[in-house]
């Protein structure tokens, strides 16, 4: 799609991404899909191949407050969300916010911490908001949290169940960088780590405004339908066991709307969906045990789904 | 796939297919043991359904193979290992035989042997198909061609080896494709969904099957093209085919008379006459009990002007000259002629060779080969008989005929029924005189008891004489049989008769372009015909006609009794109405007095056929090949409509149909989309072939029409531009 012409202020911070992460344009770009859309990002992959750089340098391209919550099996949720404590002098409550009272917020390897606080912060996620001891917090907005999960170690994790990998609009492996990409990391690791030199590309105000102008982007009901149909035919696919909901559906439209600006388009293209798809809807989808065992996997699965709709090329007839 | 039902039966169906290809083998060819063989394929096809261990299965397969060879050749028994050393000898005697490539010195061990490999290789073919491939229509379909042709061609029937095959061959393929649908849609199989397809295929193929084995069947209403295969196979014709069915035409050898034939229309010549006549070619004088030979051969040389001495007509008669030319079609190199033949006029000076006894006149060249001329003129007379003459012959006279010609032409085999004489004297009982015994013996033949029949005649068992089955017990046949009886009663009368073969006289064609008082006459393969000629010492050779709907048009004065004369007039036997052409005797009986009735429309439609079908056949050869161009074409010619069609339009929102309409197109010419494919994408992919950018940019534009329900104004004329560039593309 080399004749797009990108949206100029997501370009500048997409390269101010790249000034820091080496290669990895696609990541960058979908994180960014995601922060757009207002949702949030699972990332799955091993350690050390730069996952908190990438959010860290996104964090700051757009002027974020970046908050990171390392997350242990003994993590409580009012680790994650603020507790209230007694001030002696004040003689009442106050309330002390938690890590997840940022804007951007790193939640690594999500899944070795307990049930209870990850639902903690799945429900900070959906809701927006935090609870504590009654009383109702706003988190701030933009809000967006970027999760990782280590797909290696199983031992002594507590795996997200489906229903609140949903919550997620995106999933996403990083990948190893390639060997030249690779050998340009250590060049930059000899010098001052270029993450100390990054300048905010756009600040909070203008990356709300961007968010409230993403949705007015238009989904003509050709492309309504095209991701209706797919969606439908992954709860049909033989091998699944669940497919998407709509809350799945929903998701693709808004990544699709966020991918179309990024693109300087005002309108979504059947192709927008197409290269969506897959991170949107395979975290989404539940295999039935045959066909893990038959090594078939959810992308795979999508990818299927998606050659076999067929991709509109009329006006609905009235 | 599993051991269950389903590839039980795909096992079964094919080792069916298979068997079909081996049920006539046994019938056709001197092939003994066939069902060892069909043994082997069952053997085959179970080992492979039970999977059995294929070091277990070869072991098998060549214990069988050799077993067979063993009871089939040798007579030791199968564990004398002695055969086996005998059996590796006669192979290798083959090496040489295969090197020199004379097939036909292939001994049967070897071809046995062969065989066998054939069979293996064939089961293993089928059982790849149909288990690995999941397809078996090019086996069936050649199973169908297979079975067609051998029932076209040979004495195979494939009545029921066709529905057998059909029924088979369509269960298989319904379950083939349904396993193929699951693989491809990756569905399981659950027994719901196979018995949803299963039931109705069962009830579709029963349903087929029985209404085509129930439904009326009309009688082909266009002549059967086989015999012309035939007839290019084997030209002339004078050649028997070594099968059951003869075809119509003139054929030499007819020691064996009877059953049926089939009609052919090809041409034999043409006469340019001033009236029909029937045309002979020989007379045969010996009956056998199942046929004609001739008693001899004596022949002679002439000139080819010469007066040929076959006149049948003595000088007693009152004749008239007639001469007429005949175009011949086929290349025989013996003279056809009429009774009264003097002579023939030839283009070059050809010298004639007469066979006295069968007065069969073969035609030579220069250098004495046979030839075979294009046209020729015969001079003849056309004899009027006055009947008073012909009655005056009662019995034979010594002094007019000697015995040996009486012995010859009253000729009969030793065995004939007795019942044939019985039968004869009856018939004449009230006559006298030869003639009109003979013409009483002509109209018995008219009875309503006789039928002319050409597909339902029988051929003369080993004990059976061939003219008392006709008369006493078929009654139904053609020519021949009709002939040969006359000719047979005759002689148990003591009258001399004998059997001449020739033709009809034909249909007319046109009138003579030369000479207005002539026409010109076609004779087919379908008037070849047999007749009788019935001696009269005072008249020479009568001919008579006995076959039921044939006239010989020979004139006889009947002279009344007191003297007043009487207009000559042509006798003929009594015959309903002249029917040469075979085919127009189907159905041609309106049993209705409807002036209207659908049977008449029908038969009026299937004369139109039947008259018209070259041409009929030609136009829709026409038609059809027409339309098929057109439609291949259509890459070339819609597009110009739909260039014309979009020139006079204005409004930008013709965008979405031009564009569909290029889609269209560029599927037609081969650059097809896939449904799954994004016009983005596609369009790239058009551009690249095509080395431009023009469908990229026109995709842009419709994708705002489409996906964004907005088009830029006064976009229509740009568009239309590009647009009409890239169908131009796809015509150039």
Request: aromatic residues 12%; proline residues 5%; contains cysteine.
């Amino acid at each position: 799609m080399a004749r797009e012409q990108m949206n100029p202020i997501i370009e500048k911070i997409l390269l101010n991404i790249e000034k820091v992460m080496i290669g990895k344009r696609n990541v960058a770009e979908l994180s960014l899909i995601a922060l757009l859309a207002e949702g949030h990002v699972l990332l799955e992959d091993v350690p050390g191949v730069g996952k908190t750089m990438m959010v860290r340098a996104l964090a700051k391209s757009v002027n974020a407050n970046f908050r990171r919550i390392q997350f242990t099996p003994d993590l409580l949720p009012s680790d994650v969300t603020g507790i209230s404590i007694y001030n002696p002098k004040e003689m009442e409550f106050q309330f002390r916010p938690g890590p997840l009272m940022g804007n951007i917020i790193l939640a690594d390897e999500i899944n070795r911490t307990s049930p209870k606080t990850q639902s903690a912060l799945l429900e900070g996620m959906e809701e927006a908001s935090v609870t504590i001891d009654g009383i109702t917090h706003r988190l701030q907005k933009p809000f967006f949290v970027m999760a990782t999960q280590n797909p290696i170690e199983y031992e002594g994790t507590y795996p997200l169940p489906e229903a609140q990998l949903d919550r997620f609009l995106l999933k996403m492996k990083m990948g190893y960088p390639e060997v030249d990409e690779e050998i340009e990391v250590l060049n930059r690791a000899q010098k001052v780590p270029p993450i100390e030199e990054l300048f905010p590309v756009i600040d909070l105000e203008g990356l709300l405004a961007l968010q409230k102008e993403i949705k007015e982007v238009y989904v003509d009901d050709t492309i309504k339908r095209y991701i209706v149909d797919i969606v439908n035919m992954t709860r049909r696919y033989p091998g699944v066991y669940l497919g998407a909901s709509p809350r799945g559906s929903i998701a693709l439209m808004k990544a699709a709307q966020a991918y179309a600006f990024m693109y300087g388009r005002d309108y979504v293209l059947p192709d927008d969906i197409q290269y969506l798809a897959p991170f949107v809807l395979s975290h989404r989808i539940i295999l039935k045990s045959e066909a893990k065992f038959e090594g078939t996997s959810a992308e795979e699965i999508v990818n299927r789904v998606i050659a076999r709709i067929p991709v509109p090329v009329q006006r609905l007839v009235k | 796939m599993k051991r269950n039902l389903q590839s039980f039966l795909i096992y079964l169906f094919g080792f069916l297919l298979l068997w079909e290809w081996l049920r006539p083998v046994e019938q056709l060819t001197t092939t003994d043991h066939i069902e060892m063989f069909i043994l082997f394929i069952l053997l085959s096809f179970g080992v492979s359904f039970l999977r059995v261990r294929w070091i277990w299965r070869l072991i098998l397969k060549i214990w069988f193979i050799l077993y067979s060879v063993n009871s089939f050749h040798y007579d030791l028994g199968f564990f004398q290992t002695s055969w086996l050393l005998s059996f590796l000898q006669d192979i290798s005697a083959n090496f040489s035989v295969i090197l020199a490539q004379d097939w036909t010195g292939i001994n049967n061990e070897l071809r046995t042997l062969l065989f066998f490999i054939l069979l293996w290789l064939m089961v293993y073919l089928i059982q790849y198909w149909l288990i690995n491939r999941n397809r078996i229509f090019v086996f069936f379909f050649m199973t169908l061609i297979y079975i067609t042709v051998l029932d076209t061609f040979t004495l195979y029937s494939a009545n029921t080896a066709i529905v057998r095959t059909v029924a088979v061959g369509f269960a298989v393929m319904g379950m083939l494709t349904y396993y193929r649908i699951l693989v491809k849609e990756e569905v399981g199989a659950n027994s719901s969904v196979t018995r949803r397809w299963m039931r109705p295929l069962v009830i579709m193929i029963a349903f087929s099957v029985i209404v085509g084995f129930a439904a009326p069947k009309f009688q082909p209403i266009w002549p059967d093209p086989v015999p012309y295969i035939k007839a290019a196979g084997d030209k002339g014709g004078d050649d028997k085919i070594g099968t059951g069915v003869s075809k119509v035409g003139y054929g030499t050898d007819d020691s064996q008379l009877g059953g049926p034939f089939i009609g052919d229309n090809s041409v034999v010549f043409r006469s340019e006459a001033e009236q029909k006549n029937y045309w002979k070619v020989e007379t045969k004088d010996h009956y056998t009990g199942k046929g004609w030979i001739p008693s001899g051969s004596t022949s002679f040389r002439i000139d080819g002007d010469e007066l040929i001495p076959v006149n049948s007509i003595p000088s007693t008669v009152e004749t008239r000259d007639e001469s007429s030319r005949l175009y011949l079609f086929m290349d025989y190199d013996h003279l056809i002629y009429p009774a009264g033949i003097q002579r023939a006029q030839f283009e070059r000076e050809y010298s004639l060779e007469v066979d006295s006894i069968k007065e069969k006149v073969s035609i030579f060249g220069f250098n004495n080969k046979p030839i075979a001329p294009d046209a020729y003129t015969v001079e003849f007379k056309i004899p009027k008989y006055e009947a008073a003459e012909l009655r005056e012959t009662s019995a034979a006279n010594p002094g007019q005929m000697d015995a040996e010609f009486i012995a010859r032409y009253t000729q009969l085999p030793e065995n004939l029924p007795e019942r044939i004489k019985e039968l004869a004297e009856s018939i004449t009982a009230d006559e006298t005189n030869w003639f009109d015994k003979a013409k009483a013996i002509e109209r018995h033949f008219g009875g309503s008891e006789f039928r002319y029949d050409q597909k339902d005649v029988a051929v003369p068992g080993e004990n059976d004489d061939y003219v008392d089955q006709f008369l006493f017990d078929t009654k139904s046949g053609y020519c021949d049989n009709f002939s040969t009886s006359m000719a047979v009663m005759l002689r148990t009368l003591g009258i001399p008769a004998r059997w001449v073969k020739g033709y009809t006289g034909g249909d007319f064609q046109e009138y003579s372009d030369g000479d207005s008082s002539k026409s010109v006459y076609e004779i087919t393969n379908n008037n070849a015909h047999s007749w009788v000629e019935v001696y009269f010492p005072n008249q020479g050779w009568v001919p008579f006609e006995p076959t039921k709907g044939f006239t010989n048009d020979v004139s006889i004065n009947f002279a009344n009794p007191d003297g007043t004369p009487a207009a000559a007039e042509t006798t003929a036997a009594p015959a309903p109405k002249p029917q040469q052409n075979v085919r127009d005797e189907s159905g041609t009986s309106p049993e209705s007095d409807n002036s209207f009735s659908f049977n008449l429309f029908w038969l009026s439609v299937k004369i139109f056929f039947s008259n018209n079908w070259k041409m009929i056949f030609i136009l829709s050869v026409i038609v059809i090949s027409a339309a098929g161009l057109i439609f291949r074409l259509r890459g070339k010619w819609i597009p110009r409509l739909y260039l014309l069609q979009f020139r006079l339009r204005k409004k930008d929102e013709n965008m979405g149909k031009a564009y569909l309409v290029l889609l269209e197109q560029l599927e037609r010419y081969g650059l097809k989309r896939k449904e799954g494919q994004t016009l983005r994408n596609y369009a790239a992919y058009i551009d690249t072939f095509y080395a431009s950018k023009e469908m990229s940019v026109l995709t842009d534009r419709y994708e705002r029409y489409l996906y964004h329900q907005k088009l830029p104004e006064g976009t229509w004329k740009d568009s239309r531009e590009l647009w009409e560039n890239l169908i131009k593309k796809t015509i150039a």
